[in-house]
Structure formats: structure tokens, C-alpha cells
């Protein structure tokens, strides 16, 4: 998010916060790797799974199967709920409640970190292609912000003589 009134990553954003991801799941596979030998795998592979069988697949199988590429955002929502950082920080919470603490539950932050490091996979806006897709209004505002002019209308701080900064309307 650049700010909270212009929700939009440019490459140079959207590299960084993968950037911070991918340290993220570095650090959870290194603590997963040193407790290798502690890891139960059913409950591993089960919790690294159960994400995409509830929040991806049922979603991709109904795009796939759409002649307009339009689904009904109750997928999006499943897909959501499931990758989202709170969620599993919740599951993760309850399974510590109900049957304690083990090392299999890394699998939750590995996951979610490798999808957005990795993958570059955010949270879904209903606005958008539950499969990845150019929005052609995103392209052109892309285009418009990478244009040598900018967007028109704005205000701009540019430096002025003598070392003060002045605002000067773009034009």
C-alpha cells in the first residue's frame, strides 16, 4: 500500500515488501530446519495444506470453469480469510490451547511468507481477478504515473534557490 488513500504498489514497493516476506520465511524455515527432528509431519503437511484446499482451490476450480472470469466473491472471502496472517495466528493460537505447543505449526507463517515472498500473492480485492490479471484501470494509471509528466493536477515539491523547498502545481 503506498498510503492509505492511494492503495497501489509500484515495482519498487512491491519488490521491498517481498523483500521483508522473504526474510520473514527465512526465518521460519531456519527454526523449522533446527527442529526438524521435533516435527510431527502429519499435522505439518496437513496444516500447510488445509490453506489452499479451503481458500485457493475451491476458488480457482469456479474461475476456471467461468465463461467471464467472474465468481461469486464468497470464494474471494475463503481465500482471504485463509491467508491472512490473523487467521492462522488464531488457528495456531487454539491448536497451542487444545494440544500444545510443537514445531509443526511454522508451517502456517511458511506458507502465507512463501506466498507473498515468492509468489508475490496478496489478500484479494473483490475488484480484481481471483486469478492475476492487469486491471486495464490499473494499467493506465501505471502508465500515466510512469509517463514523464506524471499525473496532472498534483502537487509537487520541487527545490528551490537558495536551498528552500517551495510547492509548485504539476503540470
Known amino acids: 500500500m503506498a498510503d492509505a488513500l492511494n492503495p497501489y504498489e509500484t515495482k519498487a514497493t512491491s519488490r521491498l515488501m517481498r523483500l521483508e516476506y522473504l526474510v520473514a520465511l527465512g526465518v521460519s524455515l531456519e527454526l523449522f530446519i533446527m527442529h526438524l527432528d521435533e516435527v510431527r509431519w502429519l499435522p505439518a503437511v496437513l496444516l500447510f495444506l488445509y490453506i489452499d484446499l479451503i481458500g485457493y482451490i475451491p476458488g480457482a476450480i469456479a474461475y476456471r470453469r467461468s465463461r467471464d472470469g467472474r465468481i461469486h466473491k464468497g470464494y474471494y472471502i475463503a481465500y482471504n480469510l485463509m491467508h491472512s496472517l490473523a487467521t492462522q495466528a488464531a488457528v495456531a493460537g487454539l491448536w497451542v490451547w487444545w494440544y500444545g505447543f510443537e514445531w509443526a505449526l511454522l508451517v502456517l507463517p511458511i ?61
Request: aromatic residues 8%; proline residues 8%.
Open 111 to 171: 506458507h502465507l511468507f512463501g506466498d507473498r515472498a515468492l509468489f508475490g500473492n496478496s489478500l484479494k480485492p473483490f475488484a480484481l481477478s481471483f486469478e492475476p490479471k492487469a486491471h486495464p484501470a490499473y494499467v493506465r494509471l501505471r502508465d500515466e504515473l510512469q509517463s514523464p509528466q506524471g499525473i496532472t493536477g498534483t502537487t509537487a515539491v520541487r527545490p528551490a534557490t537558495g536551498g528552500r523547498r517551495e510547492e509548485k502545481a504539476a503540470v
